[in-house]
């Protein structure tokens, strides 16, 4: 089913088949970004820096695990086919992929993923469904980013188990240090129970000013436990939010600013990491 969604100066197609997908030239990455804080940028960080590899080359694919839907919102995207559908419904891998930008494909999420977690209970292997559901998808792309709810809940675990690489960021707020604790124990649990080898590869500052205490208050935490896997922070920089409210990436809204600058630096780091 052909889609067409408007945002600012262009029009996006939406719609994606299967002669779109063609295979990527490496192996897959599968990171999940999360934090079980709220607040934290995990959204602006995913769609940011999915945009920035893709502008650098490389195939992404976006998975929305949030059922406030704000990665597919922030890309400007509507989708028939969520990750409800793939999860719990008979929809295939490629009927719920829609294209958001060159190089930046995305399945999207909304309300209906609220009532999943009581379907995906029920199932046998309930925290392998994702990885399941997306078999043989790894060959298509060069990233996948999975965008994650601030809650310890059921699909959260399904990111988990189906990702390769944990980021996490964190907001220069001391309540983010807790949830950096609970996640690290999850984690632990996911690697005993699933027999994984799961680790936290970057932790990503965000919301940073350095001439604010309390920024550098928790960087000092942060390194004190965390230094080589600290990536360059993300300033605080207005254009970030602005550009969720325009629904364009920070690139697109202003390819100038302190924002892009930041999501350019990341993304260069993920590449060479």
Do not use: W
């Not at 969604?5 to 990527?24: G, L």
């Not at 719990?88 to 494909?105: E, Q, T």
């Not at 205490?213 to 960087?219: A, L, N, Q, Y």
């Not at 390194?223 to 970030?240: D, G, Q, T």
């Amino acid at each position: 089913m052909q889609q067409t969604t408007q945002h600012s100066n262009f029009v996006i197609n939406s719609a994606i088949d299967a002669s779109i997908i063609e295979p990527a030239p490496a192996a897959v990455r599968k990171i999940c970004i999360i934090n079980y804080k709220g607040g934290t940028g995990k959204t602006c960080t995913v769609v940011n820096l999915a945009h920035a590899l893709a502008m650098k080359g490389k195939k992404v694919l976006i998975i929305d695990t949030d059922p406030q839907g704000s990665s597919g919102y922030h890309l400007g995207i509507d989708s028939s086919h969520t990750l409800y559908d793939l999860l719990v419904g008979n929809v295939g891998y490629k009927d719920c992929i829609v294209r958001a930008r060159d190089n930046l494909d995305i399945i999207t999420a909304n309300e209906r993923l609220f009532p999943a977690e009581m379907a995906l209970s029920k199932m046998k292997n309930r925290e392998m469904i994702l990885h399941q559901r997306l078999s043989g998808l790894n060959k298509y792309y060069d990233f996948i980013l999975v965008d994650c709810a601030p809650s310890i809940n059921l699909l959260n675990q399904n990111s988990l188990t189906f990702s390769e690489e944990v980021y996490l960021p964190v907001s220069m707020e001391y309540l983010s240090l807790v949830g950096i604790k609970q996640l690290l124990n999850n984690i632990k649990i996911i690697n005993k129970i699933f027999k994984r080898n799961l680790t936290i590869q970057k932790i990503i500052p965000t919301f940073y000013d350095r001439r604010n205490t309390k920024s550098e208050k928790v960087m000092t935490s942060l390194r004190r436990v965390f230094e080589p896997i600290i990536s360059s922070p993300v300033r605080a920089n207005v254009a970030l939010s602005e550009s969720a409210g325009v629904r364009q990436t920070i690139f697109e809204y202003a390819p100038q600013s302190k924002g892009a600058e930041d999501y350019n630096k990341l993304a260069e780091e993920v590449l060479n990491g």
